[in-house]
């Protein structure tokens, strides 16, 4: 799916006065807080979580990120609808509609997979990235894609999925790297965070712009580039 077919609006066109932008000004004007509906009166301190409520309207905004034509707004509303819950009850989990899409747009990924201890580095990082690219469905694929040109629109919703998601997800890579330099693989000044934003480029370049997400020469080229990458920062 073309980029720039999955551009996406998101804004609240039902609620007066919420601070949330027209369509045109797409999801980073369309985020505004809407604290002032987010804890209704009466509500005890320590009310448990309801999971099951949270992943049923997590479920609908997937559905609605995906199937949702270009160009046209996903409103709060539309979350409503799909999800069968009430705006009240979205406001109490999540502060903003922004922090609610941010939340749905990680919502049906695996967990990272962990690079394996027992493999030399490079074949151990070798595996790691075939194995993240076998657990991306179709439906993954395409919200990365929305994901990529929502966080282009509205450098909020970047930040906000970069410190709750993606730092995250990078935990393992980054503790395997601090190994290797412990045992002396790895020169002790490399900066480790720009070895991982380098690798990861190179990943993510396959499906940006070659269009390849495990496609033909995608291993190749990504083994390549780890090996060059190790050549450099090896001890």
Known sequence: MAAEALGLSVHD?????????????????????????????????????????????LD?????????PAGEPITIGAMVEASGTSRAAIY?????????IVAALDHVRSEPPVPAEELPLSESLVELYASGVEQVDDLQRSLIARRLVLGLQD??????YWERHVS???????????????TGELRCDVD?????DLLNGVHYYQFVVRGQWGGPGYAERVRAAIEIVLRGISA
């Open 13 to 57: 066109g039902a609620r007066p006065g919420s601070g949330l932008a027209s369509p045109a000004a797409g999801v980073g004007d369309a985020a505004g807080s809407l604290a002032g509906a987010a804890e209704p009166a009466g509500r005890r301190p320590g009310r448990p979580r309801d999971e099951a409520l949270e992943t049923k309207v």
């Open 192 to 196: 480790l965070e720009a070895t991982v």
């Open 92 to 100: 109490r989990r999540w502060p903003d509609q922004r922090a609610l």
């Open 60 to 68: 609908a905004v997937v559905h609605l990120l995906a199937t949702t």
């Open 155 to 160: 450098p909020e919703l970047q930040r906000q």
């Open 168 to 182: 995250r997800r990078r935990t393992a890579l980054l503790e395997r790297l601090r190994r290797a330099q412990a």
